[in-house]
């Protein structure tokens, strides 16, 4: 057996050629012949363990090797580490690891072998020779070392008993000069430094978890922020959505009964509030303090008994809700507007809120919602009920302005207005629409209508109606001078039938407007108490603008500026939902792509085997061309290196086809095929964390109408969570079977098909389960607490379910049911 000085020496008289160093290859077959060709060019002497009939340690007996190179991953195991350690203890040879990929877990459990070295995949010949020369080198010096500590314990003990007596007599003298023992040994020095030592790294040990700590607290404080930051913009856009839902209904009724039931069943749904009963108390114009009941929900017509009613500020809860509202004068102190408390209680009604409908400043009503439980407080914002009622406030003018249009000979004129505003809420159309409409009943010529700028100094046209005037649509007018600068200022309707001596023209209007403008009639556009712009009317074909005329425009412009606001809360909310859906999809395609990282490990070393052969085969090619060119020999290799490629374009296939992201739409879909395709991209790493599959198919499972990219994803999600779920090996079992499933608004059970995931691991407490498809919920200390949640969104959108049973000790059942017929399109 060779010493392990032998190394050393025979590493220092290379040079001298003495004797060739013999080198054994533990790998396998193609790569080890690949490693050969190499290392015998640099002149080693190399032998190749195929592991036909022998073991690693028989074949170290049979070709006696100064060194061992080993791949870490026999049969696809980390075994070569524990077969190392062997060949380290019984045979005192250097050893070097063949690693084809490295990871955090393997890296660690290579520090721990402490190899003479490691190559990682490819191997270029430089770090071969290299690795093969340090390898060496490091352990001849090794056993130097443990030589020469033996060597200085020994001496230690041998001069421990002499080094005490001679110092001995000195202590001896210092004790009698000074009075006191001194101890000058020199192991009393050394516990001494190692003390102080000691005490070095406990402080560095402490200063390093305070800083870990911090970091951690940032990193919760952060994770909090997002969450809070996360629920405020979910609740924003349910308040921006409610708000919606409210303008939409305001803009689709005039008449104001309707309106208001309608408004009140919308109010009423609202998420946050989701009142039990609700009724609208509306204060008579002509007759101060006195109201008549409108609608109700929840209770009945005859409990909103206005004889019954009080004043709004007697009761003390709707008095701090109204502070600080500005109504100039109204509700007066003897409008009836609430209920007396003792009605209701009587009712059954534990908490109430009441929302002042209003329009420039004036008070037209209240809307009451009541709840029959507790409620100290409702999670909306008080701004956003006060908006609502003056929403809804601008709505119940408006249909009253309507009723008075009625009595002028407008129903007609109103009505088409309304009805063009509220078709559409594409701005250019809502506009066209309403300038068409105004022009038609005001027998004009043409109109336009023209915004307020950013910087409220300009008014800038947003639309004109074709017409024999010549406008200048690209020219700003200011909004502090002329007729326009009047309406812009006290947002009152203005007519001009002469515009050439009214005092109010700007003379630099007729350059913007073109010199065929003779009179004009113009309102403000104000929606919620603010001004947007103005809808301007030019030229009446016969006779002149009149107060009708002037009344109908006011009734126009109110509609309008809520259109407008409409459009323009549907351009954003259409913004909204994109980037929603935009954020839902880079989501989703992060989360495909963190599953493929989770298996790239596995992916990496399934690709790495069969280049490694390409690489052997093509220098093997390059010899036979140099030298006998054989041509069975060359077509041999060559069909080898054509296998290789065509397996590696398989698997580099099927992970891109998994990670480009998925196409938009559904199509029929076989849920076994699909099964299938994902438990072959996790074979491999299914295959090293010791997990056997089980399969069972139903025999009658049809296709349905999904995205099959989408189910990949979830159902490799499914199998990720099971591996890691098994970290120490188990089964898997995966079926797809026929069952029923319960589609809302369908009262029979439909035909679905069911796919379940069965794990032998751990299992999970009853508490997990619950929160399992939350956001950002998760059990893993790596965990983002999205997968699952995405899994319940796709399945989801199938009208399927998911669903979490789990034993702990047994294992965890994830169930998939996805129903036939009833997938969304």
């Not at 520090?111 to 060496?136: C, Q, T, V, W």
């Not at 008579?284 to 009613?309: C, L, N, T």
Request: net charge negative; charged share 25%; aromatic share 4%.
């Amino acid at each position: 057996m060779n010493s392990p000085l032998r190394d050393h020496f025979r590493n220092d008289s290379r040079e001298d050629n003495l004797e060739r160093l013999n080198v054994l290859i533990v790998e396998e077959e193609s790569i080890a012949l690949s490693l050969k060709i190499k290392l015998e060019a640099m002149g080693y002497a190399v032998s190749v363990y195929t592991s036909r009939g022998e073991t690693v340690l028989q074949a170290i007996a049979k070709y006696y090797p100064d060194i061992v190179l080993i791949d870490i991953l026999l049969a696809d195991q980390l075994m070569g580490m524990e077969t190392a350690a062997h060949i380290q203890k019984i045979y005192n040879i250097p050893v070097i690891f063949l690693i084809s990929h490295l990871q955090e877990s393997i890296l660690q459990q290579v520090k721990a072998a402490n190899p003479d070295g490691y190559l990682l995949s490819p191997f270029r010949d430089h770090d071969l020779h290299a690795a093969i020369e340090m390898g060496l080198h490091k352990h001849a010096q090794e056993y130097l070392l443990r030589v020469t500590k033996r060597t200085l314990r020994e001496n230690e003990e041998r001069l421990d008993l002499t080094v005490s007596d001679l110092i001995q007599p000195v202590d001896d003298k210092t004790t009698r000069m000074i009075g006191s023992q001194v101890d000058l040994t020199e192991r009393k020095l050394m516990e001494l430094e190692i003390e102080k030592y000691r005490e070095h790294l406990e402080d560095l040990v402490e200063e390093r978890t305070v800083e870990l700590e911090h970091l951690n607290d940032l990193l919760s404080a952060e994770i909090i922020e997002r969450k809070r930051t996360e629920d405020q913009l979910r609740r924003y856009a349910d308040e921006q959505a409610a708000l919606v839902a409210v303008t939409s209904a305001a803009s689709a009724f005039l008449e104001p009964d309707v309106l208001l039931s309608k408004i009140l069943e919308v109010v009423i749904a609202i998420p946050n509030i989701k009142a039990d009963v609700g009724w609208v108390l509306v204060l008579e114009e002509g007759r101060s303090g006195i109201s008549h009941p409108g609608p109700v929900k929840g209770v009945s017509q005859e409990f909103v008994d206005v004889e019954r009613a009080e004043p709004l500020y007697n009761c003390s809860i709707c008095a701090t809700w109204l502070e600080g509202t500005d109504l100039t004068g109204l509700p007066p102190t003897n409008a009836k507007l609430h209920l007396e408390p003792e009605l209701l209680a009587k009712a059954g009604i534990q908490s109430h809120i009441v929302i002042p409908l209003s329009v420039s400043r004036r008070m037209l009503g209240v809307i009451t919602l009541g709840w029959r439980n507790r409620r100290d407080d409702i999670l909306v914002d008080r701004s956003l009920l006060l908006s609502i009622g003056r929403q809804v406030g601008l709505a119940l003018r408006n249909a009253q302005l309507y009723q008075s249009a009625i009595k002028v000979n407008h129903l007609e004129a109103i009505n088409k207005i309304t009805s063009a505003a509220g078709s559409t809420l594409e701005l250019d159309v809502v506009l066209q629409q309403v300038l068409e409409k105004a022009c038609q009943t005001l027998d004009a010529e043409t109109g336009a209508i023209l915004l307020i700028t950013p910087d409220a100094k300009d008014l800038a046209f947003a639309y004109i109606l074709p017409g024999s005037l010549n406008i200048q649509s690209n020219r700003l007018v200011p909004a502090e001078q002329g007729i326009l600068g009047w309406v812009v200022q006290y947002r009152q309707v203005a007519r001009i039938n002469d515009i050439n001596r009214d005092p109010r023209t700007y003379r630099g209007l007729k350059p913007i407007f073109g010199p065929g403008i003779d009179s004009l009639i113009c309102a403000p556009l104000v929606h919620r108490d603010k001004f947007t712009g103005i809808i301007a009317i030019f030229n009446k074909r016969y006779g002149e603008f009149n107060q009708e005329d002037a009344n109908l425009l006011e009734a126009v412009s109110s509609i309008s500026a809520s259109a407008l606001d409409n459009a323009r809360l549907y351009e954003d909310l259409k913004q909204s939902l994109l980037e929603k859906e935009r954020t839902q999809a880079q989501l989703v395609q992060s989360e495909k792509i963190a599953a493929l990282g989770r298996l790239a490990a596995s992916v990496a070393h399934e690709i790495n085997n069969p280049l490694q052969a390409v690489q052997g085969c093509l220098s093997l090619l390059v010899e036979e061309l140099s030298g006998p060119q054989r041509p069975d020999k060359m077509n041999s290799y060559l069909n080898i290196v054509d296998k290789e490629i065509e397996r590696v374009a398989g698997i580099v296939h099927s992970m891109r086809d998994f990670a480009r992201p998925a196409p938009q739409g559904t199509r029929s879909t076989d849920i076994i095929s699909v099964l299938e395709d994902v438990l072959g991209l996790a074979g491999k790493q299914l295959q090293h964390s010791n997990i056997s599959v089980e399969r069972s198919w139903g025999v009658d499972v049809p296709t349905i109408q999904a995205n099959p990219n989408l189910l990949k994803q979830v159902f490799l999600n499914m199998i990720l969570n099971a591996i890691d779920a098994m970290s120490g090996g188990g089964a898997l079992r995966v079926s797809a079977i026929m069952d029923k499933i319960k589609i809302k608004d369908n009262p029979l059970p439909q035909p679905a098909i069911r796919i379940e995931f069965s794990d032998t691991g751990p299992g999970m407490a009853p508490e997990a389960i619950s929160r399992l498809f939350e956001p950002f919920f998760t059990t893993k200390e790596q965990g983002s607490g999205l997968g699952l949640y995405i899994c319940y969104t796709i399945i989801q959108s199938l009208n399927g379910e998911i669903e979490a049973n789990s034993t702990v000790g047994l294992g965890t059942t994830f169930a998939i049911l996805v129903p036939i017929n009833g997938t969304k399109e």
